[in-house]
């Protein structure tokens, strides 16, 4: 260790090294950023301004784009910059607390699902109850316990990855900083770390994911079982969106996070990582703005028009 070089800044090389190449993708990606900031903060202002929007399912739509928010701030100003930049360097302090402030948005996301798919369960399985199932405190605890154990999955993980050594190389095939490819460039052991991760993925990721499925197993068996066809294409209407969301999210990051080192793949981490971390904060707006008749309407109303306000779909608000 004492005649090995300190790396002190990493060399992210991004997605393409073609100065033509790079123009256009900064120009597509600072698109798709601002496509997700006017998006996830319209939804945010739709629900916060119409009444009718203040109903369990909505209140974590709100917290969801908020959180897409974050999630997509976390990298892609930094992808913007270094398109245009000569030397796209990042500390290593740097590159550790991007790693931190993208596993706190990420696993708070996955929570929230998890929150908005038990909401469809009571929403569609056990209706009776559902004022006092889904009630204003339980989802702001919802809510709090999602930040949390996302704070403390960020952390521990950080906290470990703040003892590692680098000493060479200092070039990450990658346009952000994610902790797998952290631990490839570490001259130290790394057992600690990948135990961490794999755990911390394990419980917070499979988890989440697994109480979303079933949840579905729950909502698809009751929507089955449902006489009219048109009642069944309500009641799962009322909860395709997020299905969607769900199964674009947890297809690419957990793939990403628990496959083995040794089927990587940089073209395929980097298509992966702007599915779930670009793409995903930009796709969940439209997708709930198309599938969500409440929010259609309240857009039509914002926006004057008529043809965007009517709805068949029913509500329960907070009592």
């Not at 892609?76 to 360097?89: E, G, I, S």
């Not at 709090?144 to 906290?159: D, E, Q, R, S």
């Not at 579905?216 to 929507?223: Q, R, W």
Request: aromatic letters at 12%; charged letters at 10%; proline letters at 3%.
């Amino acid at each position: 260790m004492e005649n090995q070089t300190t790396v002190s800044e990493f060399i992210l090389l991004g997605l393409s090294s073609d100065p033509q190449m790079q123009i256009f993708l900064f120009l597509l990606f600072l698109v798709i950023y601002l496509v997700t900031l006017v998006g996830n903060v319209m939804i945010m202002l739709v629900i916060r301004a119409d009444p009718h929007l203040h109903n369990p399912m909505h209140f974590f739509l709100f917290h969801l784009s908020f959180v897409d928010i974050c999630y997509s701030s976390v990298t892609v100003p930094n992808m913007l910059m270094d398109f245009r930049a000569k030397q796209k360097t990042i500390s290593v302090d740097g590159c550790i607390a991007q790693m931190f402030f993208f596993f706190l948005p990420a696993g708070t996301e996955i929570f929230i699902l998890s929150a908005m798919a038990y909401d469809c369960y009571a929403a569609i399985c056990d209706p009776l109850h559902y004022v006092q199932t889904m009630s204003k405190a339980i989802c702001v605890q919802l809510v709090i316990g999602a930040w949390t154990m996302a704070f403390l999955g960020a952390t521990i993980n950080t906290v470990f990855a703040l003892k590692l050594h680098f000493c060479g190389p200092n070039q990450i095939s990658h346009f952000s900083c994610e902790l797998p490819l952290l631990l490839q460039l570490s001259c130290t052991e790394i057992l600690i770390n990948q135990v961490l991760l794999l755990t911390s993925t394990v419980i917070l990721g499979l988890s989440s994911f697994l109480l979303t499925v079933i949840s579905y197993i729950h909502i698809i068996s009751n929507i089955l079982r449902i006489r009219s066809a048109e009642g069944r294409r309500k009641a799962f209407s009322t909860c395709s969106s997020h299905l969607i969301v769900v199964s674009l999210l947890y297809l690419t990051a957990l793939f990403q996070y628990i496959k083995p080192s040794s089927v990587s793949s940089v073209v395929l981490d980097e298509i992966f990582s702007i599915q779930y971390s670009v793409l995903t904060p930009m796709l969940n707006p439209i997708i709930y703005s198309l599938k969500n008749k409440e929010v259609k309407r309240a857009l039509g109303k914002m926006w004057g028009n008529s043809s965007f306000s009517s709805s068949d779909d029913v509500l329960i608000v907070y009592k």
